[in-house]
């Protein structure tokens, strides 16, 4: 069985005892052990904050820039293998393993083009400068430069590949050192990338690290100057917020975390209508892609009641043609879930949402999925949403949505949405403008992007699943209150914003 290994201090070192076991979902078979215990983790920070920091800070913006766009190169040129290593190891189909690996380097690349624009800089000017005294000589310019320290990313075990890359684009073009850390039950694709990135030699020393494995005792030994960055759930994101060390230093957290994401339809949409079928094609994709084990996936719809038996029917429709099975099949469109535990998982989360629910589509299963049984879509019908406040708090992270009916007011479908306490994208289906900008003016607050479908975007909408370099992503409250990409707003977490006061020919002369 193949042993994942981590590179730190520019080595590959091993953990010497209880190593986790990866498995493959769909046969059951185990592939890969990882362990990270009695690996010096201190040390390993010590060498990104000291050699890799000052190497990539040395850099040009442009500089970081090519880094990234060579980096995308290196792993596209293994593209075919990577697939293949996603599909063995988080049980996603072609077109899945896709959306990850192609999701990873198109991300790396969109940053490279970021750092061509920003040019020969190797710091931000933030804003326009300011007179801030009674006379002009006395100026006020905000800039922004690297942290001294390292980027902790720890990711889910959802996004493989683009977890690793969406977080390391920022901050490496903010000039800050990286160390990855994957989720350990889908480590492989990961754990390829690592090794094609060392291979490339692109990386100067110390500018990356990656940690394959328990996270042990990482967190214990960072400083001021460094960000954790993390996605997972909110039940982790809450230790990691807790810890004291974290607390003491006041270290930076960024939590992507779950988030019940809804869906909102109009009272004016029709059934057959161009609008009504981007609802059931998106609807459709968010439950399935990825066997809907994605942060971003739909779990609720409200809806008039009257259009709930329609939905019912044309999902039934649009599910019959979604073939489960193995990820191995190509004929499959939709695999296991990523790991052996997490079926139980599902099926247990699903069955407190049943309680006060009827089940419309599919049903709840009794079995543990062992020997990598896929989980199939499950559709329920919550008919008194606001007194079922398990339909808000519980996430079912497999191929199951709630529909729940509203009266189709859209201040009504806004405070619906924020019974959960916060999401990372909730999308609307509507033709009519001023239902639009009512509900989305209540959707904003407590959502990080708002996609408004309509018939006017029905033939070019991606969907509320798709994550896009330039917007940006992370929501409010339960959604882990966290913010990633967004164009040149993803440097920010990484660079501290400090205020310069002196003589306005003295600061420009020195800022340019
Ligand atoms: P998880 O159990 O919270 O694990 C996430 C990561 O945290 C893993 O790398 C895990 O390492 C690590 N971890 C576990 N305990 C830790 C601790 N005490 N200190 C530091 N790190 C620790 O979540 P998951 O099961 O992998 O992912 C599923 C969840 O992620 C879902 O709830 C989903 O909604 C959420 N998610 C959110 C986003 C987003 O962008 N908002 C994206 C994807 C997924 P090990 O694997 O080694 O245990």
Redesign the pocket.
């Known amino acids: 069985m193949q042993e994942l290994k981590s590179f730190l201090q520019n080595e590959w070192q091993s953990g010497t005892d209880k190593p ?1 076991t990866l498995f493959d979902p769909s046969t059951g078979e185990a592939i890969a052990t ?1 362990s990270t215990a009695g690996l010096d983790l201190g040390a390993a920070l010590a060498y990104a904050r000291n050699t890799g920091g000052p190497a990539l800070r040395a850099m040009t913006f442009a500089e970081r820039g090519e880094l990234l766009t060579n980096m995308s190169k290196a792993i596209h040129a293994h593209r075919a293998e990577l697939l293949e290593i996603s599909t063995r190891n988080a049980g996603t189909t072609l077109r899945d393993s896709k959306f990850d690996i192609d999701g990873a380097t198109g991300t790396l690349a969109a940053y490279g083009d970021i750092g061509k624009e920003l040019g020969d800089r190797t710091f931000l000017l933030d804003g326009e400068g300011m007179q801030v005294g009674r006379s002009p000589r006395f100026h006020g310019q905000h800039i922004q430069v690297p942290l001294r320290g390292v980027a902790i990313h ?6 493989p590949a683009w ?1 690793f890359a969406e977080k390391l684009a920022c901050a490496f073009l903010a000039g800050v050192p990286v160390l990855t ?7 492989l694709p990961s754990y390829r990338i690592a090794e094609i990135l060392v291979e490339s030699g692109l990386c100067p020393a110390g500018t990356w690290s990656f940690l394959c ?3 042990g005792d ?2 214990q030994h960072v400083t001021a100057q460094d960000v ?1 960055a ?8 809450r ?2 917020r807790g ?1 004291e060390r974290i607390i003491a230093q006041s270290v930076r957290v960024n ?5 019940l994401n809804a869906m909102v339809i109009g009272p004016d949409v029709e059934v057959g209508s161009d609008t009504w079928d981007l609802f059931i094609r998106e609807l459709t994709r968010e439950m399935t892609q990825k066997s809907g ?4 996936a739909t779990r609720r719809v409200f809806l008039p009641e009257n259009l709930i038996t329609a939905t019912v029917e044309a999902l039934k429709d649009s599910l019959a043609e979604v073939s489960v099975g193995s990820a191995h099949d190509e004929s499959v469109r939709m695999g296991p879930l990523s ?1 052996p535990g ?1 079926y139980p ?1 599902v099926r247990d989360a699903l069955k407190e949402l049943a309680v006060d629910c009827e089940v419309a589509i599919g049903q709840v299963p009794d079995g543990d999925g062992a020997g990598g049984v896929p989980f199939e879509p499950v559709v329920l019908i919550c008919r008194d949403p606001k007194n079922t406040p398990q339909v808000h708090e519980v ?1 079912v ?1 497999g191929p199951c949505v709630t529909l729940m009916p509203y009266s189709g007011d859209p201040i009504e479908g806004g405070a619906m949405v924020a019974l959960s306490n916060g999401c ?1 994208v909730a999308t609307m289906y509507s033709d009519d403008l001023e239902f639009t900008k009512d509900l989305l003016l209540e959707l904003a607050p407590w959502n990080g992007r708002v996609l408004m479908g309509s018939k006017r975007i029905a033939d070019h909408s991606t969907g509320p699943g798709i ?1 896009m370099p330039s917007l940006v ?3 409010p409250g339960r ?2 209150g ?1 913010l ?1 990409l967004g164009g040149l707003r993803g440097l920010n977490l990484y660079m501290q914003t400090c205020a310069v006061q002196g003589s306005r020919p003295v600061i420009e002369k020195i800022l340019g």
């Open positions: 986790a990882a720890i990711n889910a075990f959802n996004f977890g850390k994957p989720a350990t039950s889908t480590a494995g328990s996270v990482l967190l954790v993390f996605t997972g759930s909110a039940a982790t994101a230790v990691i810890q939590a992507e975390a779950d988030s084990q994605k942060c971003t790991t997490q998982d996430e992270f990372l994550v992503h992370g929501g959604a882990g966290g990633e």
